[in-house]
C-alpha cells in the first residue's frame, strides 16, 4: 500500500513538473528599438494556450491611450500572432491614465512555438501613431550583436580648442547616414529641423527611409546651422550642417531605446546613441551623450507655478538667479572648452528669451495656478507688458546676437526673431551697425515678405548688394522660385474663391453655407499665417483624396489678417472652397463659434447641425473618423 502511495507521488508530482515546464516566465525582457515610450512590456507568459505580454503603461495622468485589435505578434520565424483580448484593458476603447500617470494591463496572444527566441509587437502601420516594439526577447537577456559600420566612429574631443567661426555661404549641405536596426514596418520618415537664423524660421524637411535603414538629403544652407533628427518615440539628436560639407550620422537605435526604458535605462550602455562626422561633430558628440540638468527654459516650465503672482522685478531676480545657478552647472560639466562655450551661450540667450516674454511667461503662470480664468488672461498679460521697462534685458544679453559663434546656438532664432527690428536701437547701444547681427536683421523681413508671395521690390534688390553674398544669393533664389510658383498657381484647378456678398452679420453663416445645402461640411478656421493650420492642411490632402467620393465640401475661412496676395497664392494648394472675410465679420463668427484660436474645425451635417468641434488639429485620423460618422449618419437616414 505505501508503494502504491509512492508511485502515485511520484506520478502527480511529474505531472505537476510537466504542467509547470510548459509555463514560461520572462521578465523585464530586453529589446531592441520601441517607436513609443507609453508602453512598455513588463513580462512575458507563454504557455500551451496564450501568450500574455504584461504591459506597463506611462502616460499623462487623465488622459488616454488606446490599443488597436489588430495589433499582433510576430516571431522571428516571421509567423504571426493576432491579438485576442486584454485583460484590465479592452482593445480598441480609451483607457484612461490615473492620477499617478502609471498603470498597469495585459494582452493575449496565441501560444508561440519553442523555435520563437524574439518577437515583435505592433498595433499595425495602417494605425497612426500605433504603438511599435521590436525584438523583445523570449531566450536570453543579451541582444543580438550590433555590428557597426566602420564610417561610425567616436571622435576624441580636444578638451582645449575654442568654437571655430562660422561658415557664412550660400550652398548645399548634404546629410546622409543609417538607422541602425532598422526594421520593416518602423517609420518611414525623419523630421530634419533647421534654425536658419537668416530666415526667422524654424524648417522642417521630411527625409525618406530607405528598407535598409539608409537617408540622404540635400539642403541648402547660408551659414553653419545648429538643426536636430526627430524620430518617433520622442528621439532627438543634435547635429551641425554647413554649406558645402556633409554630415554623416548613424542613429544607435538600439541605445536611444533603452535610454527610455523603465526596465532597463540603469543597464550597460549598447554603445553611442549617435555617430557622427563632418562638421562640429566632436560638439555634436558631447551634446548627444546627455547633458545635466542645464536647460533654464526647461526648469522655468517644470516650475512655472512658482512664479504664479510674481511682479516684473521678482520674475527677473528669478530668471537671473536660476540662470546664475545653471552656469555653475556648465563650468562644472567635464566637456570641451568648445561645448563649454556653446553651452554658455545657449543659457545667455536661453536667459534673455525668458526676459523678453516677461508678461507672457507670468501670465501662463497664473492661469495654471487658478489666479486667473483664461478669459482673464489678454488683460492681465497687458497690464504686466506695459510695466516692462526699456532696460528689462541687460545690454551684455543683447549683446551676445552680434557675436558670430552664436549662431551656433539653436537659442539664436528665437531671441533674433523677437528683436531684429531694434536693429537702430541696438547700433546706439554697441556703438556700430556692423556685424552678423545686422546682416540677419536686415534679411529676415525681405525672405518674409518673398515667403509671404511677395516678390522682391527695386529697393530690396539694391539692399541685397549691401548683404554678405551668402544672405543676397539665398533671395535671389526665393524670389526666383516664388515667381516660378505664382506662373504655376495660375494653371492650378480645385480650389473656388468665394464672396460673402452683402450680407448682414447674424445671417453671414447661414448664407455661406446654404450654397452647400445638402452636403456634409469640413468648415476650417484658418489663418495663412498660423504654422499649424499649414501643416494641418498638409496632413489631410491625402485624407481629401481618400474621401473624394463621399460628397463632402471642404469649406475654409480666414480673415483680413492673412494678407491677400498671401492667401490668393497659397489657396490653389488648398482644394476646396475658399472665404476670406472682413476683420468685422471674422470677429463675428470667432465670437458666434468661441473661436479661441486657429485652426478651428467644424463638422456640418446634411441637415445644417454642427456634429463636432476642434480647436487644434486632431490629427487626419480623426478627422476622418468624424467626417464618416457624419457621412455615415446621413446615409443611414435617407
Known amino acids: 500500500m505505501k508503494r502504491l502511495h509512492y508511485l502515485l507521488s511520484t506520478l502527480l508530482l511529474s505531472f505537476c513538473c510537466a504542467i509547470q515546464a510548459t509555463n514560461k516566465v520572462i521578465e523585464q525582457p530586453p529589446f531592441i528599438v520601441s517607436n513609443t515610450t507609453s508602453i512598455e512590456v513588463g513580462q512575458v507568459n507563454i504557455s500551451d494556450t496564450a501568450t500574455i505580454l504584461h504591459i506597463y503603461a506611462r502616460y499623462r495622468p487623465k488622459n488616454w491611450i488606446k490599443i488597436a485589435t489588430g495589433s499582433y505578434l510576430t516571431d522571428n520565424n516571421g509567423e504571426i500572432y493576432q ?161 558645402g560639407q556633409t554630415t554623416e550620422v548613424y542613429i544607435n537605435l538600439r541605445e536611444a531605446s533603452r535610454l527610455k526604458s523603465k526596465f532597463h535605462k540603469e543597464e550597460k550602455p549598447y554603445g553611442e546613441t549617435v555617430y557622427m562626422n563632418g562638421p562640429l561633430a566632436t560638439i555634436a558628440q558631447e551634446l548627444n551623450r546627455g547633458m545635466p540638468d542645464i536647460d533654464i527654459q526647461q526648469k522655468v516650465y517644470k516650475n512655472i507655478k512658482e512664479i504664479a503672482g510674481m511682479d516684473i522685478d521678482a520674475y527677473k531676480e528669478w530668471i537671473l538667479k536660476l540662470s546664475a545657478e545653471v552656469q555653475t552647472e556648465i563650468d562644472k560639466f567635464p566637456c570641451s572648452q568648445a561645448t563649454r562655450q556653446l553651452l554658455t551661450i545657449n543659457n545667455k540667450l536661453s536667459t534673455t528669451d525668458l526676459l523678453n516674454s516677461a508678461a507672457n511667461s507670468l501670465t501662463i503662470a497664473a492661469i495654471e495656478a487658478n489666479l486667473i480664468k483664461r478669459e482673464e488672461a489678454q488683460d492681465y498679460y497687458l497690464k504686466l507688458f506695459t510695466q516692462v521697462p526699456a532696460d528689462y534685458v ?44 545686422f546682416d540677419i536683421a536686415r534679411t529676415i523681413p525681405i525672405y518674409q515678405g518673398i515667403e509671404n508671395f511677395t516678390p522682391l521690390t527695386e529697393e530690396q534688390k539694391t539692399t541685397l548688394s549691401t548683404l554678405p553674398a551668402a544672405y543676397g544669393d539665398m533671395l535671389n533664389v526665393a524670389n526666383n522660385e516664388l515667381l516660378a510658383k505664382i506662373e504655376a498657381n495660375k494653371k492650378k ?97 470667432g465670437k458666434s463659434f468661441n473661436i479661441s484660436g486657429v485652426p478651428t474645425y467644424l463638422v456640418i451635417d446634411r441637415e445644417g447641425n454642427v456634429t463636432y468641434r476642434q480647436v487644434g488639429f486632431p490629427g487626419a485620423s480623426k478627422m476622418k473618423e468624424e467626417l464618416l460618422k457624419a457621412v455615415d449618419a446621413a446615409s443611414e437616414s435617407q
Open 83 to 243: 491579438l485576442r483580448s486584454g485583460i484590465g484593458i479592452t482593445p480598441d476603447k480609451e483607457f484612461w491614465m490615473p492620477e499617478s500617470g502609471e498603470a498597469e494591463f495585459q494582452l493575449v496572444f496565441p501560444p508561440l512555438p519553442d523555435s520563437a527566441t524574439s518577437i515583435d509587437f505592433t498595433e499595425g502601420a495602417d494605425v497612426e501613431g500605433g504603438f511599435s516594439i521590436w525584438g523583445i526577447q523570449l531566450k536570453g537577456k543579451k541582444l543580438p550583436e550590433l555590428v557597426l559600420p566602420k564610417e561610425a566612429t567616436v571622435h576624441k574631443a580636444d578638451m582645449k580648442t575654442e568654437l571655430p567661426e562660422p561658415v557664412i555661404r550660400y550652398g548645399k549641405a548634404v546629410l546622409k547616414g543609417k538607422l541602425l536596426d532598422f526594421r520593416p514596418g518602423m517609420p518611414s520618415q525623419i523630421n530634419l529641423l533647421a534654425w536658419e537664423n537668416a530666415k526667422g524660421n524654424l524648417s522642417e524637411i521630411l527625409i525618406d527611409i530607405q528598407p535598409d535603414g539608409s537617408f540622404s538629403k540635400e539642403v541648402p544652407l547660408t551659414t553653419s546651422t545648429p538643426c536636430s533628427i526627430f524620430m518617433s518615440g520622442g528621439n532627438m539628436f543634435q547635429i551641425f550642417m554647413e554649406p
Open 394 to 437: 541687460p545690454n551684455e544679453y543683447f549683446a551676445l546676437l552680434n557675436s558670430p559663434q552664436s549662431i551656433f546656438s539653436s537659442q539664436y532664432l528665437n531671441v533674433i526673431a523677437v528683436n531684429y527690428r531694434k536693429s537702430d536701437d541696438f547700433a546706439k547701444a554697441w556703438g556700430t551697425g556692423n556685424g552678423i547681427f
Open 493 to 589: 484647378t480645385g480650389f473656388t474663391v468665394n464672396e460673402a456678398g452683402e450680407v448682414s452679420n447674424e445671417d453671414l453663416f447661414a448664407s455661406i453655407i446654404s450654397k452647400f445645402s445638402g452636403k456634409v461640411l469640413l468648415v476650417d478656421f484658418w489663418a495663412t499665417w498660423c504654422g499649424p493650420c499649414r501643416m494641418a492642411n498638409k496632413a489631410m490632402a491625402p485624407m481629401k483624396e481618400e474621401l473624394k467620393d463621399k460628397d463632402i465640401v471642404y469649406l475654409y475661412i480666414t480673415g483680413e489678417t492673412s494678407p491677400l496676395k498671401t492667401w490668393e497664392n497659397m489657396i490653389p494648394d488648398i482644394h476646396g472652397e475658399h472665404y476670406r472675410l472682413t476683420e468685422d465679420q471674422w470677429k463675428y463668427l
